[in-house]
């Protein structure tokens, strides 16, 4: 059980680091004029995407085999409400590929404040999920 722990942590640590910088890409991405400077970012954010995307799907396996070791913390409502706000994290990756997706495309329809803005949700979310996770509220 604490190996499940520790790779989870490790792969949390692993999607937070790419759910903080993608969208601080974003921001700079939408301050840039030049083609060959926008074309640099479309490969970060490409490249980068697909790293949190693993970090993302080996945090969400492993969480489950953790859930499936001990059904009993289903019970309680501090797991529920941190699976809820998991859940809102998945959607929040989510977006940022269609975001990914637009910027592709060459078509930047927010301001680089919106995507300021944007870039402070996950951080908001992993507050949550900590004090959920260790509080126990």
């Known amino acids: 059980m604490l190996w499940l722990k520790a790779f989870h942590?490790?792969?949390?640590?692993?999607w937070f680091a790419g759910l903080f910088y993608l969208p601080r890409l974003f921001v700079y991405h939408a301050l840039t004029e030049d083609p060959p400077g926008r074309a640099r970012f479309?490969?970060?954010?490409?490249?980068?995407?697909?790293?949190?995307?693993?970090?993302?799907?080996?945090?969400?396996?492993?969480?489950a085999?953790?859930?499936?070791?001990?059904?009993?913390?289903?019970?309680?409502g501090w797991l529920r409400t941190k699976l809820l706000l998991v859940a809102a994290l998945v959607g929040y990756h989510f977006w940022c590929y269609r975001l990914v997706l637009e910027f592709r495309a060459g078509q930047v329809r927010h301001s680089q404040r919106w995507y300021r803005l944007f870039n402070e949700v996950p951080g908001l979310l992993l507050i949550?999920?900590?004090?959920l996770a260790v509080v126990k509220p």
């Open 9 to 14: 942590v490790v792969f949390v640590v692993t």
């Open 42 to 63: 479309v490969v970060m954010e490409r490249r980068l995407y697909l790293l949190m995307s693993l970090g993302a799907l080996c945090t969400v396996v492993l969480g």
């Open 65 to 76: 085999a953790l859930v499936l070791r001990a059904p009993g913390y289903l019970t309680q």
């Open 128 to 131: 949550a999920i900590v004090v």
